[in-house]
């Protein structure tokens, strides 16, 4: 079974510019949620997908954050523009049953500078 | 406001020794907990979980174990090898439709040849 694929690994930008990140999920599974790790943190949830609809983005900075999930299965984040605060690991996890342990891709390493 | 915390940052312990990794949570609308254990460049993986309906949960080396009268969780390691270093982490999923995974700031787990 394939597992989460995201794209890129990583990421340089400077602040104020424009970045996107691309997850495939597992196949099938209908929650698809993005993370962001910060160093020394804990995974914190940005946003949360059943099928194509939002079920949870109370902790998204809608003001530079956006997400959406195409079709109900891929899905970009996008952060426009970048502070350097943003530096952090942007992990995409899906899973079958909202209540099991969701699977986790690589994650996309960003950096702004 | 954390929900999920985890106080110690780091734990050594040597080889076929017993490695306890501890979790405390403030939120009583969790209704299962999971640990993940993440290595250097990878997501998290999925590790083992626990119904808030029970208070123990063993699969191979690995056992969790849960207080809910004090809130507290831990993870059970033995024997440990030196494949178990990583970072671990202590989560909980909220009851409720949202079914919201929320982290603690991991432990780093280094064991000793």
């Known amino acids: 079974e394939a597992g989460v694929a995201q794209s890129p690994r990583y990421k340089i930008i400077e602040k104020r510019q424009s970045v996107a990140f691309w997850c495939n999920p597992i196949?099938?599974?209908?929650?698809l949620y993005w993370y962001q790790q910060i160093l020394g943190q804990g995974p914190k949830l940005l946003i949360q997908?059943?099928?194509?609809?939002?079920?949870?983005d109370s902790q998204l900075p809608k003001d530079r954050f956006s997400a959406e999930r195409l079709k109900g299965v891929d899905s970009t984040l996008k952060i426009q523009p970048a502070k350097l605060e943003d530096s952090a690991v942007y992990l995409c996890a899906s899973s079958l049953d909202p209540a099991a342990g969701p699977f986790f891709g690589q994650g996309t390493r960003l950096t702004v500078v | 406001d954390q929900q999920v915390k985890q106080n110690s940052p780091s734990l050594s312990v040597q080889e076929g020794r017993i490695s306890i990794l501890n979790c405390d949570y403030t939120n009583s609308m969790f209704d299962y907990f999971l640990w993940y254990k993440k290595y250097p460049a990878e997501g998290p993986t999925f590790l083992i979980s626990i119904s808030s309906i029970k208070d123990k949960n063993e699969d191979g080396r690995f056992t969790v174990f849960l207080n809910k009268s004090a809130k507290h969780l831990s993870l059970h390691i033995v024997p440990s090898q030196p494949g178990d270093s990583a970072v671990y982490f202590c989560?909980?999923?909220?009851?409720?439709?949202?079914?919201?995974?929320?982290f603690g700031s991991g432990t780093q787990l280094t064991v000793l040849p």
């Open positions: 196949s099938g599974h209908a929650t």
């Open positions: 997908f059943q099928n194509n609809g939002v079920v949870d």
């Open positions: 989560a909980g999923i909220s009851s409720g439709s949202a079914r919201q995974l929320t």
